[in-house]
T-cell receptor, first 111, second 118 residues
């Protein structure tokens, strides 16, 4: 079983739509969780951290369910510029700072 | 000013050659990493250095040898290149080290080196 699993997509949505991505992780001792965004042929960039209480940043909302080992990202009012691959990331809890990446979910927003 | 810079951006080389990729960060971070992103877009950690000391060494063939002359630089040397080494190699850096909880931090990635072995 992969350490971090995501639906690869693609999710094709019209502008203005709401879209949600899910991610599951296998290591119950994982401690920190993130969503990264990667544009085509570019480096990954931190989108937001995911906190147990859930957190919001503008149109983006992240949720964490530790019991189910599940993370989600909700994007409201999608823009063309949101088209990218969204990477679910968890930390390795073995004492060192190591991020484990999911393979990513591709989002394509069309006019 | 580029925070994490890698050179070269593109590298095309023949099987069996030896090549190096360089990485430098000007963020004052203590920890640097090499990640490999294969054709399936899966990003996997290879190595991590903290203050010039190797702290993470994943299951990587020993043809790959990282070197950190100082905490701002982490280079990757690859011997006897194989077709399967073709990938994008990302360097990254972070300030935090060790177990952490919910700090809102992140890695800063370089723009990647696209290696093609022919």
């Amino acid at each position: 079983r992969k350490e971090v699993e995501q639906d690869p997509g693609p999710f094709n949505v019209p502008e203005g739509a709401t879209v949600a991505f899910n991610c599951t992780y296998s290591n119950s001792a994982s401690q920190s969780f993130f969503w990264y965004r990667q544009d085509c042929r570019k480096e990954p960039k931190l989108l937001m951290s995911v906190y147990s209480s859930g957190n919001e940043d503008g149109r983006f909302t992240a949720q964490l369910n530790r019991a189910s080992q599940y993370i989600s990202l909700l994007i409201r009012d999608s823009k063309l510029s949101d088209s990218a691959t969204y990477l679910c990331v968890v930390t390795f809890s073995g004492g060192y700072n190591k991020l484990i990446f999911g393979a990513g979910t591709r989002l394509a927003v069309h006019p | 000013d580029t925070a994490v810079s890698q050179t070269p951006k593109y590298l095309v080389t023949q099987m069996g050659n030896d090549k190096s990729i360089k990485c430098e960060q000007n963020l004052g971070h203590d920890t640097m990493y090499w990640y490999k992103q294969d054709s399936k877009k899966f990003l996997k950690i290879m190595f991590s250095y903290n203050n010039k000391e190797l702290i993470i060494n994943e299951t990587v063939p020993n043809r790959f040898s990282p070197k950190s002359p100082d905490k701002a630089h982490l280079n990757l040397h690859i011997n006897s290149l194989e077709l399967g080494d073709s990938a994008v190699y990302f360097c990254a850096s972070s300030q935090e080290f060790g177990v952490f909880s919910t700090a809102n931090y992140g890695y800063t990635f370089g723009s990647g080196t696209r290696l093609t072995v022919v």
